[in-house]
């Protein structure tokens, strides 16, 4: 019921590019009743990137560096927004051999006969409906061409489904799957070292990309269009690498369960529910993970659950240790940050988290916390170092940390602040 109010009305809109140089983007608004023309803006903000009206519901912009924006238009405007992907020149189109089968409007028979001999799959521009397609232990390259749109999922299931790659710039659409059907993209049961590149993974309903195998790839993966609660990002194991992506998230955007994970270069819009980044549920155990250089153009939390906030520990039972954050912004004030608070008065220790060069907007007027709260009186936090760290353009420090944040402090040592001369 919640997407069916809470978000009545509203849609999110997107369009692939590849480009080098300088991409000009010119925008119309078709319908005058969802998009009122106002200020206009394009976000992450810190690229910089202006507007010019170029008519009375028309305007143009320039982007100069690959990556992803929003595009808002007037107060309202993310309620129906615009997505752009601009991604870098596509320089891994495979090169057709006898080991591939190119695809025109596949459906989920055209791909249990195809010849166990291969160990590719090229899906063509045009659309095609798989299903939940199991990927088999010989196929280890799928490909989405640019203009294909795929309807369904792929799984990998079992250590002999290891070493997949699926990649392009097309798109898997859940939206002809049953609800909570699948995950978009799955592995588990020891299938490591999937790579997923390029896509676009819209109008799904759990999971968009969930790898519970180890030393894995996501990047330039771009997620959006997951309005139901359940509609996490990308969970990725031990050893992987989550770089240059898009997560749209109704659930936690990124899950930091297990050790040696990478996470840089993302953009993120995070809906009512969820976390930025989710520590645990259950009892993960998670040490040496570094998440730099992420923009948050939105989080749409209204509501101050346990599982909410850019870094959330939902659950005592794991633990948690050597932790670096840093280069975080937020485009749009947050209702709050910090949810570092695992429920479950059982042991769940936090140790060594360095949060540096933080700049991030709270909207004081929602009047909520921000948590600092070891699970036990034994199990307590320590060693958190807060470096650079604004809040609404004032640098926190020992002195003002407590009322400028709304900190709530409970079983935790007190932080360490370094601020810049």
């Not at 305007?59 to 595009?71: H, L």
């Not at 307590?380 to 402090?409: C, Q, R």
């Amino acid at each position: 019921n919640t997407p069916l109010t809470e978000y009545k009305g509203r849609t999110i809109s997107f369009v692939n590019a590849s480009f080098s140089g300088t991409m000009e983007v010119e925008v119309t608004i078709t319908d005058g009743k969802k998009v009122s023309m106002g200020e206009i803006r394009i976000l992450p903000e810190r690229f910089g990137i202006k507007a010019f009206k170029t008519g009375v519901n028309s305007f143009k912009f320039n982007i100069t560096k690959p990556g992803q924006y929003s595009v808002e238009v007037g107060e309202d405007g993310y309620k129906n927004g615009l997505l752009i992907f601009a991604n870098p020149i596509e320089t891994d189109i495979p090169q057709i051999s006898k080991q591939w089968v190119k695809l025109k409007n596949a459906n989920a028979q055209n791909l249990l006969a195809i010849n166990s001999t291969k160990s590719a799959l090229y899906f063509k521009p045009g659309i095609h409906n798989i299903g939940v397609y199991k990927v088999p232990a010989n196929i280890k390259n799928i490909y989405l061409a640019d203009g294909a749109w795929v309807y369904g999922a792929f799984v990998m299931d079992g250590a002999d489904k290891s070493d997949v790659k699926i990649y392009g710039r097309g798109v898997l659409s859940g939206a002809k799957l049953n609800f909570r059907e699948s995950h978009q993209i799955e592995a588990l049961n020891g299938a490591n070292n999937i790579t997923v590149s390029g896509l676009t993974i819209t109008d799904y309903s759990y999971f968009a990309v969930r790898l519970l195998g180890k030393n894995n790839l996501v990047e330039w993966t771009k997620i959006t269009g997951g309005w139901i609660w359940n509609c996490d990002g990308i969970a990725a194991w031990e050893g992987s690498t989550i770089r240059n992506c898009f997560i749209w998230a109704n659930d936690d955007n990124i899950k930091i369960y297990q050790d040696n994970i990478t996470v840089q270069d993302v953009v993120c819009w995070q809906l009512s529910n969820g976390a930025i980044f989710q520590l645990n549920w259950g009892n993960m155990k998670a040490k040496n993970c570094v998440i730099r250089n992420v923009d948050i153009v939105r989080a749409e939390w209204h509501e101050d659950r346990a599982n909410n906030g850019i870094l959330s520990c939902r659950t005592a039972g794991g633990a948690n240790s050597d932790f670096v954050f840093e280069n975080i912004r937020t485009d749009n004030p947050v209702a709050f940050i910090f949810r570092l608070s695992p429920q479950g008065n059982i042991s769940h220790p936090i140790d060594n988290f360095t949060f540096k060069n933080w700049d991030v907007k709270m909207d004081m007027s929602k009047n909520k916390k921000n948590y600092l709260e070891g699970s036990t009186a034994e199990s307590i936090i320590t060693n958190l170092v807060f470096e650079n760290f604004k809040i609404n353009e004032i640098t926190l420090d020992s002195n003002n940390y407590k009322t400028l944040g709304k900190f709530s402090v409970k079983n935790c040592l007190e932080p360490k602040f370094i601020t810049k001369d």
